[in-house]
């Protein structure tokens, strides 16, 4: 059998640690952003997960990025950082 070699597409040089932020309590109250990553029916999934997440008492912000290809713009991750207690992002496929 011959070698195998695992390639990694993020052209990672070392890893990256980073700690995680605690979860929310609870969503009353809380501003929660959903990230459409422009796939298609990305937007039906946030519309029922919105439904949902009004439900839980949260207010909810809508962002979409302008293509699945790429990361967002730096502008769209700053507003969601800055105006987010929370963010969902939505992956269609």
Same mark, same amino acid.
């Given at each position: 059998?011959?070698?195998?070699?695992?390639?990694?597409?993020?052209?990672?040089?070392?890893?990256?640690?980073? &700690? $995680? #932020?605690?979860?929310? +309590? =609870?969503?009353?109250? %809380?501003?929660?952003?959903?990230?459409?990553?422009?796939? /298609?029916?990305?937007?039906?999934?946030?519309?029922?997960?919105? &439904? $949902? #997440?009004?439900?839980? +008492? =949260?207010?909810?912000? %809508?962002?979409?990025?302008?293509?699945?290809?790429?990361? /967002?713009?730096?502008?769209?991750?700053?507003?969601?950082?800055?105006?987010?207690?929370?963010?969902?992002? =939505?992956?269609?496929?």
């Amino acid at each position: 059998m011959s070698e195998r070699i695992l390639l990694d597409p993020t052209n990672e040089q070392s890893l990256a640690i980073r &700690e $995680r #932020v605690a979860r929310l +309590g =609870a969503l009353s109250g %809380r501003k929660v952003g959903l990230l459409d990553i422009s796939k /298609a029916r990305g937007d039906v999934f946030l519309d029922r997960l919105q &439904e $949902r #997440v009004e439900a839980a +008492g =949260a207010d909810v912000l %809508r962002f979409k990025k302008p293509t699945f290809t790429k990361p /967002a713009p730096v502008d769209l991750r700053h507003e969601i950082a800055t105006s987010c207690d929370a963010v969902i992002e =939505a992956l269609a496929d």
